[in-house]
């Protein structure tokens, strides 16, 4: 609790010094705690940055959704939940999904956000062996549909998905193919196991 809603402080003054930023948050439970504790100030800050498009909101479910046990009623339930948050407290919905550390990816959860009515969504934890099959099939974007979705437009269950290339989400797994370069610019670090 503690470090989210710092890490939620220093994003939205971070924004707020510098228009040519922007940052993503998923999990509208961790910043409706902060939203609660927050002062005025940071809260008029927080809609600010909202409303100039700097902080966008993806999937917007209470938290992220573990896609590998629940069923598809708790999955939507998650989804809602956060969804009402946020149009009740900033007016926004979320456009785009974001999934990159569930336990496993559900056709279920692409279903669910595909008739939400998402623009895409971005995964990652797949297996490593089949991310590097669609990489050299240059296939990481794809339109994900249903094994029953016939292909009639007006019907589709298909949400254009972005699977990310590398292993991780770290800075020296995500920037790029070389995780040396990357790696000079992951400060936390402090030493670079590739370099």
Not at 58 to 65: I, P, Q, R, S
Request: proline share 4%; hydrophobic share 40%; glycine share 6%.
């Amino acid at each position: 609790q503690a470090q989210s809603k710092q890490i939620i402080t220093s994003i939205v003054q971070a924004l707020t010094d510098d228009a040519r930023r922007t940052f993503v948050w998923s999990d509208t439970g961790f910043f409706q705690r902060w939203w609660d504790d927050a002062s005025g100030e940071l809260r008029s800050k927080a809609r600010a940055v909202v409303e100039r498009g700097q902080l966008e909101f993806v999937t917007g479910a209470w938290v992220m959704t573990d896609e590998a046990n629940p069923r598809y009623n708790e999955m939507l339930e998650q989804i809602l939940e956060g969804h009402e948050w946020l149009r009740r407290t900033l007016d926004v919905r979320p456009r785009f999904g974001w999934s990159i550390d569930p336990f496993g990816h559900s056709d279920t959860m692409a279903y669910l956000l595909a008739r939400v009515g998402f623009d895409g969504i971005v995964i990652n934890r797949v297996h490593y062996e089949v991310k590097k099959v669609l990489a050299q099939r240059k296939a990481l974007e794809f339109n994900w549909r249903q094994t029953w979705d016939d292909g009639d437009a007006a019907h589709s269950t298909s949400v254009l998905t972005h699977m990310f290339p590398f292993y991780s989400y770290d800075v020296p797994h995500t920037c790029g193919p070389e995780p040396a370069t990357c790696c000079e610019f992951d400060f936390a670090r402090g030493s670079c196991p590739w370099a």
